[in-house]
């Protein structure tokens, strides 16, 4: 079973951007579908972008699109969230998600993802 640990999370002033990661273990990244969701304080999780497993098709909420950028690097077992043009809405715990199984979920729901990892903070300010 895999293990997800995110970092990489900061402090960061609106405009700017900031890359966290996914560094995976027990499985590999690319036998996934991944995903990355976040919660802001008193806030449900909610989604923000997901890469297939067999495609390598990104999906992206719509207040990800056009600043964010899903990827990840089978060689390192990782994958990444590049963030830019943040904005103090984005501030949350950002958690990185995976899924091996099938689903009558949709991508952008968190019941389809059965692993989880612990959340990096990353705050914008303004």
């Known amino acids: 079973q895999v293990q997800l640990v995110e970092s990489g999370g900061g402090l960061v002033q609106a405009g700017g951007s900031l890359r966290v990661s996914c560094a995976a273990s027990g499985g590999a990244v690319s036998g996934y579908t991944m995903a990355w969701f976040r919660q802001g304080p008193g806030e449900e999780r909610s989604f923000v972008a997901a890469?297939?497993?067999?495609?390598?098709?990104?999906i992206y909420a719509d207040s990800a699109k056009g600043r964010f950028t899903i990827s990840r690097d089978s060689a390192k077992n990782m994958m990444y969230l590049q963030m830019n043009g943040l904005k103090p809405e984005d501030t949350a715990v950002y958690y990185c998600?995976?899924?091996?199984?099938?689903?009558?979920?949709?991508?952008?729901?968190?019941?389809?993802?059965?692993?989880w990892g612990q959340g990096t903070q990353v705050t914008v300010s303004s």
């Open positions: 998600a995976a899924s091996n199984s099938g689903s009558p979920y949709t991508y952008s729901d968190y019941r389809r993802y059965n692993y």
């Open positions: 890469i297939t497993y067999w495609s390598d098709n990104t």
